[in-house]
């Protein structure tokens, strides 16, 4: 920096501490549990991008937080989260039900609380986690069932329709 002007150092320095609190921004963003999810590999199929037009602006009585990554939806600062384009589960065992004509496939938690469901026959897939404090999971389900439903099925792990 010899030969720099005092400005010109004031100016460098003023611009590299501007450069780490950016970073520094977009790190805690990535690190926060509303942004710590991660895209489904599929995450920027075309029916992603459609879904994300329709994501409601509330569910479960909670706002939908600011989220930047395709195919991610998170209410509640967490309390719900939604991935579209999670890789499609295989034919499976699992307990599976049936809203609104959106077979859902429970999946397991890690003893957290949460609820894990994800979309059967339709690709791209979508994953929900409800949260154990949320009241009324239910009828998020349902929103959210009505939400995936334009996502074209091509199979259902229940005969005949389920519950």
Known sequence: MRGWSR?????????GAGLLAGAGLAVGELDSPVFGLA???????????RLADRYPGRLAGATRD????????????GAVE????VNPPAPTTDACVSVDGVD???RETAGD???KLVTYGRSPAVEISIAGSVSGPDA??????????????????LAGGGS
């Open 7 to 15: 400005r010109r150092r004031v100016a460098a320095g003023l611009a």
């Open 104 to 106: 859902w496939v429970w």
């Open 82 to 85: 939604l991935r579209c384009g």
């Open 113 to 115: 609380g949460r609820k």
């Open 140 to 157: 998020v389900l349902v929103d959210l069932s009505r939400l995936v439903a334009p996502i074209p099925e091509g199979d259902r792990c």
């Open 66 to 77: 600011r989220v930047t990554f395709e195919g991610l939806a998170v209410w509640g600062h």
């Open 39 to 49: 895209q489904g590999p599929f995450a920027q199929d075309p029916a992603c991008a």
